[in-house]
């Protein structure tokens, strides 16, 4: 069973600028969620969407927003680029509401992530 | 708002258990305890995970109070390739309806020979 992909891999843009990630998650999975990785931050939760509804919401501004698509395919758009979007952007599938990642009956399945750079 | 502490960073040998512990004192009632691991370059994998008492598979075993404000992963007889990240994670108290997944800053293990 192939696993989550997200594309691309790696990317580089400069301030001012938007973009988008996109994430298929492993096959019979409704649930994707989206994280940023930092060195300064950690792991932190952006939002997870469940059967094309965004069901939680991280803290973070309204310049990252997110859809999913009837084949449970995800992209993550963040608009007007700031130094600090820098990160490992990663997307994490699981077969019901991520809800079950906690609790005992649907694990999160992470992809590679994209890498962004903001010049 | 749940919290989660982990070492930054622990030390081994190859063969030795190794144990990292996560604090987590205000965790969601129904909610388990999850541990991920992650290399370079890559997403956090899942280990395993539990809600009380003790829970093993082939790669470690989790250990968790009764009081659950814990929990503590242990490899057993680490290899060169369980250098790595760790991860523990927990659910916040509900708001809304859902929680949200918060992730422990992360324990850099290192195994040397």
């Known amino acids: 069973k192939a696993g989550v992909t997200q594309t691309p891999r790696y990317l580089i843009k400069t301030r001012g600028q938007q973009v988008t990630l996109s994430c298929s998650p492993i096959?019979?999975?409704?649930?994707v969620s989206w994280y940023q990785q930092t060195p300064g931050q950690g792991l932190q939760f952006l939002f997870e969407y469940f059967s094309e509804t965004q069901r939680n919401k991280g803290n973070f501004p309204g310049r990252f927003s997110g859809r999913q698509f009837s084949n449970s395919r995800s992209e993550m758009n963040v608009s007007t680029l700031e130094l600090g979007d820098s990160a490992l952007y990663l997307c994490?599938?699981?077969?019901?509401?991520?809800?079950?990642?906690?609790?005992?009956?649907?694990?999160?399945?992470f992809g590679n992530g994209t890498r962004l750079t903001v010049t | 708002l749940a919290k989660t502490t982990q070492p930054i960073s622990m030390d081994s040998y190859e063969g030795q258990e190794v144990n990292i512990t996560c604090s987590h004192n205000?965790?969601?009632?129904?909610?388990?305890i999850t541990w991920y691991q992650q290399f370079p370059s890559q997403g956090p994998r899942f280990i395993i995970q539990?809600?009380?008492t003790k829970v093993t598979n082939e790669v470690a075993s989790l250990f968790i109070p009764a009081d659950r404000k814990s929990s503590t992963l242990s490899l057993p007889r680490v290899s060169l390739s369980d250098t790595a990240v760790y991860y523990c994670l927990v659910g916040d108290q509900p708001s809304g309806g859902y929680n949200k997944l918060i992730f422990g800053a992360g324990t850099r293990l290192a195994v040397h020979p």
């Open positions: 205000n965790i969601a009632t129904n909610d388990y």
């Open positions: 539990g809600y009380k």
């Open positions: 994490a599938s699981s077969l019901g509401p991520g809800q079950g990642a906690i609790r005992g009956n649907s694990p999160l399945h």
């Open positions: 096959s019979g999975h409704r649930s």
